[in-house]
């Protein structure tokens, strides 16, 4: 029997050792703590899987009564089923990786030891989130996990735009979060628990519409964890968070909790055809709309933000297709090769002291060749190239697409080769071709922000560099744009356990075989081998057409860019959603509050009762005071009137009362 | 009422009602002179003259109903207004030296 509960306690118990004595301890001990305690855990969820015979009943560990009021009634459980393993491997495996990876990369930040101490808070509640038996407890971990990405987005808080990401991180997933609540009331209502177990035992014997409901409601908070549409937007602004984060919490586990959260309700969606059409259009949309993004951007970490927000569309085409186990296995896949893309990326901003425009960059194959290597085999599994492990998830996402509806497939396939296109954009921009960068004789940030500016795209996310200047101390006094380095070992090492992933991950772990017991698999598709045919093509074409544009004629994408005019302006910018959102809902909220709620409501009315309270008080007294003459023989006048008045009233009621 | 009848009345002893007119008057008096005079002494001599109109009624209720507590009711205001005078002048003459007036509408430092 496993003690379940240590696995989250552990990166607690480093979160309060390095939260609260942080300051006092040396680097090496802060970063010893912090990873050894997600090492731990993540060598406790091994033995668990270990030990588990996988047999029809998950395990369920019962700690205590956290809510007993009328009919609530909610336990501290936890439940290890399948799919809690898997997503338990990732988070504590690709946790494990990131931890070791940031000892190297934040070496030189100040906050160190806040960093660790967030990073594990972070593991603490991800954990709780898959963990928990029941709606509550994985809403727990859902905010949780929110509140440590704003801490950490907003880890450079004395940079005005890293604070405003972080706020938008938070406001945005409110929406969601406020979408998931409500799913959690109507589930209450419906089923009169939230236990897991419960719910979806009873789940086939509830109304259509209700379900629906929930679903929907669900989908909802996903869209705002997970980066759907239309809450996506806080994603792409969340790089302004160190790389580690980037890749951790932005695209390999918390991003990913909406999927595991839509997987984990299957039964609920399963009973909901309309909620998982609805899933699966805005998984496709986003991934869609998220890629033609990513084709045109500069920055690399944007790049990557908005590949992951592309990949998680994905994921949620497979969850709505009913190809759950699809959905999970590119979860972990893209895991892999996500989250080595951003450590990379770390890595290449790292040697490029603090640069992320891949303008700047080129030719860092030959500063940088682990990086470059590793980089190539997360690109080539993202491109799903045969063999890799994004490959296997991808087909099998796109088959369950063909078969529920083909045109979903084909988007997906157009999906694929754009993902494929702008990956190896950036792969080409960064490592081939000649070093762009250095040729500035001022420092890092200075110079880029010129040349910002004169790209006339002065949009404040665009300057999303996590203030990465390590160059200087650390490596010999070469100034910030000076020739480029390899990233120590402690960087390089989960590089290369990751780029094994993912080149493996397909072969070494078959989710839906895994998960046959949970998700039943697909029915075969006729024509499957021209399906991935056809998947692998786009992937690949996409390789090549990026090939032929950024390093055989790298002048080439200049004259498309100008050919396309509007269009191009349009996807580089966005498709201005930031400023649709800011025109229709921030700023109508703004004005709209400051006119009825500041000026009207605080102003008006409560200010104004207040106040008008007093003021009348005071003209009353004002008036009043001059009773008050200080005269005796008025006094006495008035008392004389009193008594008249007096004597009459008594008079006219007939004389005194015996 | 004719001479002879009046004669006879008071015979028999003065009417209560005669007594309580009386007292009613003095009151009035005492009333208007506070009112309407402006010398501290002379509204002091007012409260006086209104005190002892008062006690007017109490004897004159206390021998019409054969009862005692009029005449203790006389005897309590007659202590208080002694009382009072003892305060009452030496305030009056604090307030003289002090201001050098005894015009009771020049003291009116506790208006508004």
């Given at each position: 029997?496993?003690?379940?509960?240590?696995?989250?306690?552990?990166?607690?118990?480093?979160?309060?050792?390095?939260?609260?004595?942080?300051?006092?301890?040396?680097?090496?001990?802060?970063?010893?703590?912090?990873?050894?305690?997600?090492?731990?855990?993540?060598?406790?969820?091994?033995?668990?899987?270990?030990?588990?015979?996988?047999?029809?009943?998950?395990?369920?560990?019962?700690?205590?009564?956290?809510?007993?009021?009328?009919?609530?009634?909610?336990?501290?459980?936890?439940?290890?089923?399948?799919?809690?393993?898997?997503?338990?491997?990732?988070?504590?495996?690709?946790?494990?990786?990131?931890?070791?990876?940031?000892?190297?990369?934040?070496?030189?930040?100040?906050?160190?030891?806040?960093?660790?101490?967030?990073?594990?808070?972070?593991?603490?509640?991800?954990?709780?989130?898959?963990?928990?038996?029941?709606?509550?407890?994985?809403?727990?971990?859902?905010?949780?996990?929110?509140?440590?990405?704003?801490?950490?987005?907003?880890?450079?808080?004395?940079?005005?735009?890293?604070?405003?990401?972080?706020?938008?991180?938070?406001?945005?997933?409110?929406?969601?979060?406020?979408?998931?609540?409500?799913?959690?009331?109507?589930?209450?209502?419906?089923?009169?628990?939230?236990?897991?177990?419960?719910?979806?035992?009873?789940?086939?014997?509830?109304?259509?519409?209700?379900?629906?409901?929930?679903?929907?409601?669900?989908?909802?908070g996903a869209t705002g964890k997970s980066a759907q549409i239309p809450l996506y937007v806080w994603l792409p602004d969340a790089m302004e968070g160190p790389t580690p984060v980037s890749a951790l919490i932005h695209a390999a586990t918390m991003v990913t909790a909406g999927v595991y959260m839509c997987s984990r309700s299957a039964a609920i969606f399963l009973k909901a055809p309309i909620a998982m059409d609805t899933v699966a259009i805005v998984g496709l949309a986003t991934a869609v709309f998220a890629a033609t993004i990513g084709l045109t951007q500069y920055d690399i970490k944007k790049v990557f933000a908005y590949s992951t927000v592309s990949q998680l569309g994905y994921m949620f085409l497979g969850v709505g297709v009913g190809a759950f186990s699809a959905g999970v296995w590119h979860l972990m896949t893209h895991a892999f090769f996500k989250a080595l893309l951003f450590m990379g990326a770390g890595s290449v901003i790292h040697a490029c002291g603090g640069e992320q425009d891949m303008r700047q960059m080129g030719g860092l194959k030959k500063y940088t060749p682990w990086t470059c290597g590793v980089l190539a085999c997360a690109s080539l599994a993202i491109a799903g190239v045969p063999g890799t492990s994004g490959f296997f998830s991808k087909d099998a996402i796109l088959t369950a697409a063909y078969a529920h509806a083909p045109w979903m497939f084909w988007v997906g396939v157009v999906t694929a080769g754009m993902t494929a296109f702008y990956v190896w954009r950036a792969f080409w921009m960064t490592f081939w071709g000649e070093y762009r960068g250095g040729h500035a004789s001022a420092a890092a940030g200075h110079g880029h922000d010129a040349h910002a500016h004169a790209d006339n795209h002065a949009h404040a996310d665009h300057h999303g560099h996590d203030d990465h200047a390590h160059g200087g101390q650390a490596h010999g006094g070469h100034g910030a744009h000076g020739t480029p380095h390899e990233s120590p070992w402690s960087m390089l090492g989960p590089l290369v356990v990751l780029a094994f992933l993912s080149l493996a991950g397909g072969f070494l772990f078959n989710i839906p075989k895994f998960l046959e017991s949970m998700f039943p698999l697909h029915e075969e598709v006729a024509n499957e081998q021209m399906l991935m045919g056809i998947s692998i093509a786009a992937g690949l074409i996409g390789i090549a057409v990026s090939y032929f544009l950024y390093v055989v004629s790298p002048e080439v994408p200049a004259r498309i860019a100008g050919a396309l005019g509007g269009i191009y302006t349009l996807v580089y910018n966005k498709y201005f959603v930031d400023e649709l959102y800011d025109a229709t809902i921030v700023q109508p909220l703004v004005e709209g509050s400051t006119a009825v709620l500041w000026h009207g409501l605080d102003q008006g009315v409560i200010d104004g009762a207040v106040n008008g309270a007093g003021s009348g008080s005071r003209s009353i007294g004002g008036v009043l005071k001059h009773l008050q003459s200080g005269n005796i023989r008025t006094y006495a006048t008035w008392v004389v009137v009193g008594s008249v008045i007096l004597l009459v009233a008594m008079g006219l009621n007939g004389g005194m009362v015996r | 009422m004719d001479p002879q009848a009046a004669l006879q009345m008071l015979h028999k002893g003065v009417p209560t009602s005669w007594y309580l007119a009386l007292s009613a008057v003095l009151f009035t008096i005492g009333v208007a002179g506070f009112i309407l005079r402006r010398n501290i002494i002379t509204v002091f001599m007012c409260i006086e003259l209104m005190l002892n109109a008062v006690n007017l009624s109490f004897i004159a209720f206390a021998h019409e109903h054969k009862q005692v507590s009029g005449h203790l009711f006389t005897f309590f205001v007659m202590v208080v207004a002694a009382a009072e005078a003892a305060v009452g002048l030496a305030i009056i003459l604090t307030v003289f030296k002090n201001r050098s007036t005894l015009n009771i509408d020049e003291i009116d430092s506790l208006k508004n």
């Open positions: 029997m496993q003690n379940l509960w240590l696995i989250p306690a552990l990166p607690f118990i480093g979160f309060l050792i390095n939260g609260i004595l942080g300051r006092k301890l040396s680097k090496a001990v802060v970063s010893s703590i912090a990873v050894l305690s997600v090492v731990l855990s993540f060598g406790l969820v091994v033995s668990v899987g270990l030990s588990s015979d996988w047999g029809a009943n998950p395990i369920h560990q019962h700690y205590f009564t956290w809510i007993q009021s009328g009919g609530v009634n909610i336990g501290w459980d936890f439940m290890v089923d399948k799919l809690t393993m898997i997503m338990l491997m990732v988070v504590t495996g690709i946790g494990s990786l990131i931890h070791i990876y940031a000892t190297g990369y934040m070496a030189h930040e100040e906050g160190y030891y806040r960093f660790f101490a967030y990073l594990n808070l972070f593991m603490f509640f991800m954990l709780n989130l898959v963990l928990g038996a029941n709606y509550l407890l994985l809403f727990v971990g859902w905010e949780g996990v929110g509140l440590c990405s704003y801490l950490l987005i907003g880890f450079y808080f004395v940079k005005k735009s890293a604070t405003t990401a972080g706020n938008k991180a938070f406001i945005v997933n409110r929406i969601g979060d406020f979408g998931f609540s409500l799913a959690m009331f109507l589930i209450f209502m419906t089923f009169g628990s939230l236990d897991f177990g419960k719910v979806f035992a009873a789940a086939p014997g509830k109304p259509a519409e209700t379900l629906t409901a929930i679903a929907l409601l669900m989908l909802l | -």
